[in-house]
Every structure is written in C-alpha cells, then in structure tokens.
C-alpha cells in the first residue's frame, strides 16, 4: 500500500527548508491507524533526512491492541538508501520499533527479505521516488491518497509519482473504492489490481 499526502496540484511538499503540512490531525490520526494494521512501513532516505520520521504506532490504544494480537507495538521500519548516508541519530532510529536499512537492493531482494521477516502488509510512505519505483514496478495493490486544499506551484517542489511507465494507465484504471472528508483534506482510496 502507497500512502501519500499532496497539494491539489500534486506535490508532496514545497521546496522550502522546513516540512509543509499537507494534512490535518484527523488525517493524522487515520494514517496512525493504517500504520497500527500494517508489519512494516517503508520510506526513503531522503525522507528521514527531510522529515525525520519516527514511522511509529502514535495510540497507546492501538499498540496494545497489536501486543495483544502477538506483534510488537509499532511495525518494523524500512528505509531504502542508495549512499547509506543516514544520521545515526535519525529519529527513525530512536527506540520503539526495529529499524531495518537496505542500501542499494533491487526492489525484488528488498520484499523477499522483508517477507522473510514476516512483513505480509507493507505501507510505503515516501518519498516521491520511492512510491514511484513501487507504483511503476506494479508492486502497490491499494493506494491512500490525501489531497489538501491549495496549491504549491513550485517547479523545485518534490512531487508525487513523477514522470515513469505506471501500470494504472488509460486503460488500465484504479477502481477509487473510498472517498473521504476529512476536515479541510480529502481521501481517495483506490485498489489498483485488476478490476
């Protein structure tokens, strides 16, 4: 799954130092509960260096609900890097979940290690590169799609799933299976297998 939150003309940020909120607390609050029913979340090294996630379970509720269920409190966390260039005091490091690096694997040995882990339901949560290696490559089967309210207008902005052969083509469309208000901030939640 591709969880992605974008202005309306499709950026996932502004080319400014700081992080751009694209999106509100109840949408917060929803993207914690899709993180609380997935094994691994994924992002790219580029978005630990930008944003310095945590990538972890924010409810005490619901990691009890996952300890309860036999799984750790908050799922395994991925990143994907080609220089290895990391900050080892990145927050995605910090403790309350494992941390797991891949430095320059094939997309192919990156799930096949991760299925080995036991990673049955992985949500990739960026960057823009990363959700497009995964959208063109064919390997997303859901895609949670956040859209704010303004636009960013910034050609030096990163934007989502930029140029690339995606398989959800013309014709080959998604089926939108939600859609959502959530405050000012809309979802569409689209399946992307076949129809």
């Known amino acids: 799954m591709v969880s992605a939150a974008v202005s309306v003309d499709g950026y996932l940020d502004d080319a ?3 992080r751009l909120l694209l999106s509100n607390d109840a ?3 929803r993207v914690d509960e899709v993180r609380a029913g997935c094994d691994a979340i994924l992002v790219g090294a580029e978005t630990v260096r930008r944003d310095n996630p945590r990538l972890l379970v924010r409810s005490a509720e619901r990691r ?12 395994l966390r991925v990143v ?12 995605v490091f ?3 979940a494992e941390t797991v ?4 694997e094939a997309l192919d040995v ?4 991760l299925v080995r882990r036991g990673v049955g339901r992985l949500l990739v949560e960026g960057g823009g590169s990363v959700q497009a290696q995964f959208l063109t490559a064919g390997l997303v089967d859901e895609l949670h799609l956040v859209v704010a309210p303004f636009f960013v207008g910034d050609p030096a902005a990163p934007r989502f799933a930029g ?6 083509g013309p014709d080959r469309r998604m089926r939108l299976v939600e859609t959502r208000p959530i405050g000012d901030v809309v979802l569409l939640r689209y399946l992307l297998g076949s129809r």
Do not use: H, K
């Open 94 to 96: 910090a403790p309350g």
């Open 80 to 91: 994907l890097t080609r220089s290895g260039r990391l900050d080892p005091a990145a927050a």
């Open 64 to 75: 009890a609900a996952r300890e309860a269920r036999g799984a750790i409190g908050s799922p």
């Open 16 to 18: 400014s130092p700081n």
């Open 163 to 168: 140029p690339g052969t995606y398989p959800n």
């Open 101 to 104: 690096v891949y430095r320059g």
């Open 27 to 29: 949408d917060f609050d």
């Open 110 to 113: 990156v799930l096949a290690d």
